[in-house]
């Protein structure tokens, strides 16, 4: 058994305080694949928190019949442990544990699986989108809950020198960042190619994702595609609009809606993967640089057409060429101020009467 400098540190500590207060976590490690089936032989790793977070402070293996103990563990209330088991390089949490004076002693079940690289077993129980325009975007919050039904942990194929990918997200097009509500999703999780990737283990039973990214919007309608990557058994769509008529969606209306949301569901018939999610939403206000940069192309074009106005009537002059001044003509007129039909021309301007 490898006992870390850290428990070290801790049973020194216990021991100069009480030495009879000292717990044991033990149990049995089992295959969830095979009916529960013991797994022997198999590494089981006790973390203990620390600083917020857990860290590995004991490991030991199954014996024949897959069970493992850890011994003489300090007693803190204000200390959680986590034991785990590992098996085919994935480690599998198991429950929980705070030790007291009063129950220093736990028991736990720790559940490993088989695993499988394809084809992805993964389902969407439900996928929610809601979308909110905002000046030049529209602001888009996502939330999955991807179930893996199966009794094997999905871990992926590899294609060639890529590694394996467990979850693939389409997202809509000209997104820049992605932000998770969890941390450890947002560490595990890679945009690319307008694409959120994972290879992140998937075993059976439920995760829950959901994160926030931004569509930029260049016209005053803004047009939302979004793709399933996975079959879907339930999808809503809302979004925040003060006139419902101007919001066109590919999914039936919602009978009941809140306030100013307009709201679509799909649901009792399942949605492929592939199946492509369109919203249309109107009257999205424009950023100041989407006018600007169509004001200075207008500029821009009025001051080319003038550019080549000027050219052209100088090409016509040309340089020095006189330009004909049209020559006044004056008509002749009778003593009593009758003219008399005979037009004089004269070269410049007319003599002094």
Same mark, same amino acid.
């Given at each position: ?34 009916? /529960?089936? %013991?797994?022997?032989? $198999?590494? !089981?790793?006790? +973390?203990?928190?620390?600083? *917020? ?5 004991? #490991? ?86 991807? /179930?893996? %039904?199966?009794?094997? $942990?999905? !871990?992926?194929? +590899?294609?060639?020198?890529? *590694? ?5 997200? #389409? ?102 993967? *592939? ?79």
């Amino acid at each position: 058994m490898a006992v870390s400098l850290l428990l070290l540190a801790w049973l020194t500590a216990a021991s100069q305080v009480v030495e009879s207060q000292v717990g044991e976590i033990s149990g049995t490690a089992v295959n969830g694949s095979a009916g /529960d089936v %013991p797994v022997a032989g $198999t590494e !089981v790793v006790l +973390r203990a928190s620390q600083d *917020g977070a857990f860290v590995p402070v004991e #490991s030991t293996t199954t014996d024949a019949q897959g069970r493992f103990s850890f011994k003489d563990l300090p007693v803190d209330q204000g200390m959680i442990y986590l034991p785990g088991v590992n098996r085919l390089g994935i480690h599998y949490p198991g429950p929980r544990v705070r030790l007291t004076p009063h129950q220093s002693s736990s028991r736990v079940k720790l559940v490993a699986f088989d695993t499988v690289e394809s084809p992805s077993p993964l389902i969407c129980r439900r996928h929610q989108i809601s979308a909110r325009p905002a000046e030049g975007f529209l602001e888009v919050t996502e939330e999955l809950v991807i /179930d893996n %039904p199966s009794r094997t $942990t999905f !871990v992926g194929q +590899r294609v060639g020198d890529q *590694g394996p990918v467990t979850l693939r997200l #389409s997202l809509p097009s000209g997104i820049e960042n992605v932000t998770f509500d969890r941390e450890f999703h947002g560490r595990n999780f890679e945009l690319k190619e307008e694409q959120l990737t994972t290879d992140l283990p998937w075993p059976p039973g439920s995760r829950e994702l959901k994160f926030i990214y931004r569509v930029p919007v260049e016209r005053r309608y803004g047009i939302l595609t979004r793709v399933l990557d996975q079959p879907t058994d339930h999808i809503v769509i809302q979004i925040a609009a003060n006139d419902a008529s101007s919001v066109l969606c590919n999914l039936p209306k919602a009978s009941s809606e809140t306030g100013q949301l307009t709201v679509f569901e799909q649901r009792g018939t399942a949605l492929p993967a *592939g199946f492509e999610v369109t919203l249309q939403l109107g009257a999205v206000p424009l950023r100041f640089e989407a006018y600007a940069r169509w004001l200075a192309l207008a500029v821009l074009i009025v001051l080319i057409a003038g550019s080549v106005l000027i050219t052209r009537g100088w090409a016509r002059s040309g340089p020095g060429k006189q330009e004909r001044v049209p020559q006044p003509t004056l008509r002749r007129i009778d003593s009593h101020g009758r003219p008399t039909g005979k037009r004089r021309r004269f070269a410049s301007s007319p003599p002094n009467q």
